[in-house]
């Protein structure tokens, strides 16, 4: 599987972004996706993950309630809306398949990863 996020950028603090991830390969379906972040200076935290069947989805406190993943399995992607962003939210956004189910938090659970995608947000 080959995973390629996009959609990062500059907003202003408040504003919405969505980001995509698109997968290659035709088993996409049957894997759980993850999105991480990484800020400056930081390391790859947990941001949002969602099930191959896209029922199930579990997400970082940090953006509980303003973050939405979802799936869209018949195109191979996954979109996470981001709304209410926050300057604290600037980072290299990462997506992340995972092979098997249930869906994890941990960075070391995924099998395949993709180049990230850079969110800036202004204050």
């Known amino acids: 599987v080959q995973l390629q996020a996009s959609g990062g950028g500059l907003v202003q603090a408040g504003g919405s972004l969505r980001l995509s991830c698109a997968a290659s390969g035709p088993t996409f379906s049957s894997y759980a996706m993850g999105w991480f972040r990484q800020a400056p200076g930081k390391g790859r935290d947990f941001v949002a993950a969602?099930?191959?069947?896209?029922?199930?989805?579990h997400y970082a406190d940090s953006v509980k309630g303003r973050f939405t993943v979802s799936r869209d399995n018949a195109k191979n992607t996954v979109y996470p809306q981001m709304n209410s962003l926050k300057p604290e939210d600037t980072a290299v956004y990462y997506c992340?398949?995972?092979?098997?189910?249930?869906?994890?938090?941990?960075?070391?659970?995924?099998?395949?990863w993709g180049r990230g995608t850079l969110v800036t947000v202004s204050s």
């Open positions: 992340a398949a995972r092979n098997r189910e249930p869906i994890a938090a941990r960075a070391y659970n995924y099998n395949y």
């Open positions: 969602i099930s191959w069947s896209g029922e199930t989805t």
